[in-house]
């Protein structure tokens, strides 16, 4: 998976660098990071209503759009991939990986 993640990431990389003007991909860039995040935002919601409703390929596609739209936020605030990956061998390490951040003196006391 994170084979794909990097692969997407450099191909998001490769648009903003050459400002393909027809690609949505750079519309999306050019569109801010307020853009971005609202269309990361539709994506989560429309996983979350497809998941309550059952429709389990929808969640599929769904989840594949909102993984792109990350990806986009991300390539657009400089972070790779890797340092995201870095993060959750961090947490893997204290919590588990079946576990998420604790939020208050713990996480900050274990530098998240």
């Given at each position: 998976?994170?084979?794909?993640?990097?692969?997407?990431?450099?191909?998001?990389?490769?648009?903003?660098?050459?400002?393909?003007?027809?690609?949505?991909?750079?519309?999306?860039l050019a569109g801010g990071r307020a853009k971005?995040?609202?269309?990361?935002?539709?994506?989560?919601?429309?996983?979350?209503?497809?998941?309550?409703?059952?429709?389990?390929?929808?969640?599929?596609?769904?989840?594949?759009?909102?993984?792109?739209?990350?990806?986009?936020?991300?390539?657009?605030?400089?972070?790779?991939?890797?340092?995201?990956?870095?993060?959750?061998?961090?947490?893997?390490?204290?919590?588990?990986?079946?576990?998420?951040?604790?939020?208050?003196?713990?996480?900050?006391?274990?530098?998240?």
């Open positions: 998976m994170s084979d794909a993640i990097d692969r997407l990431h450099a191909a998001v990389r490769e648009i903003r660098r050459t400002d393909a003007p027809a690609s949505r991909t750079a519309k999306l971005m995040a609202k269309k990361l935002v539709e994506e989560a919601t429309e996983v979350t209503l497809d998941a309550v409703a059952g429709d389990r390929a929808a969640v599929v596609r769904e989840s594949a759009d909102l993984i792109y739209n990350l990806t986009v936020l991300w390539t657009d605030m400089g972070i790779a991939p890797d340092e995201v990956w870095q993060e959750m061998e961090r947490r893997e390490r204290l919590y588990g990986i079946a576990e998420k951040l604790h939020k208050g003196p713990l996480a900050v006391a274990g530098g998240g």
